[in-house]
């Protein structure tokens, strides 16, 4: 079969916000070109799990496997030089900036005495931004981001992934208000950053969303992984018997 | 070319670049404090022309002009990053006093001015450490050590002055505190530095770090910028140049006084404030700080030639400080 390390590993990683277990000796991985959806109700743990994979928290105990190798003292900036790109809840943006610096936040196109190329930065975001669909003329790299509505924020977040050429992209509800033809772009944005080869990991609370496009869902409850399926395994309805189940009783079984 | 509505205003955009609309709307905060200020200088000019339609009444201004432009253009990288540093007067006095010490023991004034700037950075690295480590609000942190360092300044000199006249006719005099004609040489000095500011705030990594962070500090954490550092390079930012200026302002005086500095502490915050930034972080203008201080600074000699008492000094201060924020927040249309 497939020979070739995963993309990320963790194994038996947890992680407590004081005495609570956000995420309780959990093992996850991502293949290269892989849809893995993540899904489980609120506080399953879902959102601690793909911030620790983004470096935003450090687990507790466990370990880390990027392509293979073991990371110690795994950070945000680490995470993006690994080609791991994340799109937030919150999505990430400073809103008084413009579109063009929220691209590039944190990762500047500079040249010697780190000098911002604020042409080249500008001319990239107008190209990212019309490749993602938005031509709007309003809709210029110099925009505030604060005026845009929630599909064009996702759209400056998703844009962000799109130019560092992420192997990973971590979408954290990326259709959550928005409208269905946005909803749509996020989808589609991801199957052909597939077919580019890059994977993604995403959480939604649309069932229909994460069967669209998946090609593994993930089911957490409590803080750990209760059970996985490929996507040809199951079909929609049985799978949204299964989430049923675990949120009653926490197991997979108990639906079968 | 196309006409094209936005917030109910017709603007003519250009197919490329900056449209005549944009252009306003980016650079709102320093048109509004330039325009604040060519009105102010319109009303001095008017009410006495005799002092305004001279140079004298300008290289008068200048000579402690540049002082409140060296700090207030850092400042605005603090407060843009969301922070604010009132330790800095003392910053200024606690500088002087290792520069005068250092000079009159006989150190070379190049190598004493190096030394003092180590004092400054170290004072603003000892807020970082307060405020960034130590978790304590940024407005206290400073305040404690503006008490502080202003405490230690008194208790070395033992309030007494020292006397820099040895240094009157030197080279490093006239260096960084001389004349070219009539011109003070510290306002050449002031706006370079202004400009290395600017050039840091607008075209720079530091100055689009800082505005991410006072924007949204989880967002800017999230994309990796290292917070902790980019705020501690801001507050030893403002060290380095309040060292600067208690140098500059002893060599002025000929002179140190433990009380040097003391009187900046307002008037830079007003000249960052009146410049355009707003308190609220995420965004700041330099050059309307470097304004901003032109405004503060005229304000007094302006009052004086107009035949006003000294008395009305701060009621003016006041007066512009208020009207120029009440301008600044009518042209800022985001709602917070």
Redesign the interface.
């Known amino acids: 079969m497939n020979s070739e390390p995963p993309l990320v590993e963790l194994r038996s990683v947890s992680k407590s916000f004081g005495n609570v277990y956000a995420v309780q000796d959990v093992d996850f991985q991502v293949r290269r070109a892989e849809i893995v959806g993540l899904i489980g109700d609120n506080g399953a743990g879902k959102s601690t799990l793909i911030r620790i994979i983004?470096?935003?928290h450090e687990p507790d105990s466990g370990e880390l496997y990027v392509r293979g190798r073991k990371i110690a003292r795994w950070?945000?900036?680490k995470?993006?030089d690994a080609k791991i790109e994340?799109v937030?809840q919150?999505r990430?943006?400073?809103?008084?900036?413009t579109i063009a610096?929220n691209i590039?936040?944190?990762?500047?196109v500079?040249g010697p005495?780190?000098?911002?190329k604020?042409r080249e930065q500008h001319a990239e975001a107008e190209k990212l931004m019309r490749y993602l669909g938005f031509t709007s003329?309003?809709f210029a790299p110099?925009s505030?981001v604060?005026?845009l509505s929630g599909g064009e924020r996702q759209g400056v977040a998703i844009a962000r992934a799109l130019y560092f050429k992420a192997d990973l992209i971590i979408l954290d509800e990326p259709t959550t208000a928005l409208s269905l033809t946005e909803s749509r772009k996020v989808l589609e944005f991801q199957l052909r950053a597939k077919e580019e080869g890059s994977s993604s990991i995403f959480i939604t609370h649309t069932i229909a969303h994460a069967y669209d496009v998946a090609d593994r869902l993930v089911i957490m409850d409590r803080g750990r992984i209760a059970g996985e399926f490929r996507r040809g395994d199951v079909d929609l309805e049985a799978l949204i018997a299964n989430l049923q189940a675990v949120a009653r009783t926490g197991h997979l079984e108990a639906a079968r | 070319m196309q006409l094209l509505r936005r917030d109910g205003i017709l603007v003519e955009r250009p197919a490329f670049g900056l449209s005549a609309g944009k252009f306003l709307r980016v650079h709102r905060a320093l048109i509004g404090a330039s325009g604040f200020y060519v009105a102010l200088m319109i009303v001095f000019i008017g009410a006495a022309p005799s002092v305004f339609l001279k140079t004298d009444a300008y290289t008068a201004v200048f000579v402690s002009l540049p002082l409140l432009v060296i700090i207030a253009v850092p400042m605005v990288f603090v407060v843009a990053a969301g922070e604010i540093d009132l330790s800095f007067a003392s910053t200024v006095g606690i500088c002087a006093l290792v520069f005068a010490e250092a000079t009159q023991g006989g150190v070379n004034p190049f190598v004493a001015l190096v030394l003092a700037i180590i004092a400054g950075v170290a004072a603003g690295a000892a807020n970082a450490i307060l405020v960034l480590y130590v978790g304590l609000p940024s407005l206290v942190a400073t305040l404690g050590m503006y008490f502080f360092l202003r405490g230690i300044v008194q208790l070395v000199s033992q309030g007494i002055g020292i006397p820099l006249d040895f240094m009157q006719y030197s080279f490093f005099t006239r260096l960084f505190v001389g004349h070219i004609g009539s011109f003070p040489v510290q306002m050449i000095w002031g706006l370079g530095l202004g400009l290395v500011g600017l050039f840091l705030f607008n075209r720079h990594r530091f100055g689009a770090h800082i505005c991410a962070i006072g924007d949204n500090m989880l967002a800017a954490t999230e994309m990796g910028i290292n917070v902790r550092r980019v705020k501690a390079l801001a507050f030893m930012y403002v060290g380095a140049t309040s060292a600067i200026v208690g140098v500059l302002s002893s060599l002025i005086n000929i002179n140190f006084f433990p009380t040097v500095g003391d009187g900046l502490l307002l008037t830079v915050l007003a000249a960052v404030f009146v410049g355009g930034t707003p308190a609220w972080g995420g965004v700041g203008t330099v050059a309307g700080a470097i304004v901003g201080a032109f405004t503060i600074s005229f304000i007094e000699p302006g009052i004086i030639a107009i035949g006003l008492t000294g008395f009305y000094t701060q009621f003016f201060y006041g007066l512009v400080i208020i009207l120029s924020l009440v301008g600044h927040r009518f042209a800022v249309r985001h709602a917070r």
């Open positions: 983004a470096g935003v950070n945000a900036a995470a993006r994340t937030y919150d990430a943006l400073a809103e008084q900036q610096s590039f936040l944190g990762r500047e500079t005495l780190g000098m911002l604020v003329k309003v110099d505030v604060g005026r």
